[in-house]
């Protein structure tokens, strides 16, 4: 079952969904609620597509927090935006950090807005599942697959959404080791602290 409008602002008012910063009556639609990105927007260092080089990753053995040194901050424009171009694909935390108490019998799915994807814009591909236990700020990678440069503002533009679901039962299993609090946009390295 998925949350409605007024069923998320007694979850928030219950204790049941934490949102920090609280989520302003602009951000609630019927059945969702928007989120805003942060301004912690990192990119793949381009010099791994230099000519005549080849990288790979062993998905079945990578620990994806670990290679947060191969990429770089993307850099704000002259008029204070980050600008991504058609082709890039761009890491950013929301602006918001989520926490669904496990006893709350709340997961999240997190997915792009209409308006964006009009536009080319893919906001959270393929893993969009937050779930219940999760505490966190949320990952989104985006890419551009339009043909126009689009312009985002940090700590401002809302360009996802979080649809609450109720969970059949306590899982006995909470949140997703690798991100739960998760200190960056690849996960939290290990021998770091997460954030409290």
Known sequence: M???????EKALRDGNLAIDPLPQSGQLQSSSL????????RI????LKAPATAHSIDLDNVEISEILDLTQPLALNPQGLIAIDPGAFVLVRTLEHVHLPIRSKLAARVEGRSRQARLGMGVHITAPTIHAGFSGKITLEIINHGVFRLEIRPNVSKLCQLIIEKVSAIPKRGGSASFTGQSTVLGTPRGRQQPS
């Open 44 to 47: 793949w260092n381009p010099a």
């Open 34 to 41: 928007d989120l805003c990105v942060g301004d912690d927007f």
């Open 2 to 8: 998925i949350l409605c409008d007024h069923h998320i």
